[in-house]
Structures are given as C-alpha cells and as structure tokens.
C-alpha cells in the first residue's frame, strides 16, 4: 500500500469542492462498498480494495485504474496473465527497464507497438 488511501481521499476532496457528489457515501454507493470501508481505506485503517473495487474506483474519480492499481500494490489480473506466460522473459525485461528514463521506455514501447502491426 504506497499511499493509496491518501491518494483515492484527496482526489475525491478535490472532485467534492465542485460536485458534492464526491462525498464518501456517494462514491462508496457507486463502487459497491460500505461507505465506513472506503472512509477506513482513506484513513489507511484498512487494505485497500479488490481490483473490481479499484477499476470502479478509478472510473468514477476518473483516474487510471493501473496507476490506483500500483499505487495500492496490485497488478491487475490480465498483467498478471502475461507476465505468466513467459515469466523469466517479462521478468528479465522489467528489471532492465526500471532504470531506463522515460523516453527510452517510450522508444521501446513504440517500437513493440510498430512490431504488432
């Protein structure tokens, strides 16, 4: 958990000072949760939710659903798929990657993208 409560209250008290349909209850109604759960996941009293819960999360507050994924230390089911299908390979090329700036990333990533079509 990096910060995932934290993160998920502050976006949705920024959302709630134009639109009070930001409030905990509401967006806890609208994702599927008790509204004391979500208030305890913002407060970190409690791990943050399953990754339907987060995907619903992040469509309501209009966020990335990877990022509130990371940020809560999950990897979402289908990464998880691919990954397993050739774990030493994807290992191997996630750990090169990690120190690689941004626009290499992105270099590569395109390049991936070009290959597939």
């Known amino acids: 958990m990096h910060n995932f409560g934290p993160y998920i209250r502050q976006r949705r008290e920024a959302l709630r000072a134009d639109d009070p349909r930001f409030s905990v209850r509401q967006v806890a109604m ?4 008790e509204p004391s759960y979500l208030s305890k996941v913002e407060r970190q ?3 943050p939710p399953s990754e339907p819960k ?10 990335d659903p990877d990022f ?3 940020i809560a230390g999950k990897i979402s089911d289908d990464l998880r798929e ?11 090329l996630i750990r090169e ?5 941004d ?6 990533v395109h ?3 070009s290959g597939n079509r």
């Open 30 to 33: 609208r994702i599927g949760v």
């Open 68 to 70: 509130l994924l990371a």
């Open 82 to 92: 691919v990954i397993c299908h050739r774990p030493q390979l994807l290992s191997q």
């Open 54 to 63: 987060i995907r619903a999360l992040a469509k309501d507050l209009d966020e």
């Open 103 to 108: 626009d290499a990333v992105l270099r590569i």
């Open 45 to 47: 009293l409690e791990a």
């Open 97 to 101: 990657l990690k120190n690689l700036p």
């Open 111 to 113: 390049k991936a993208r």
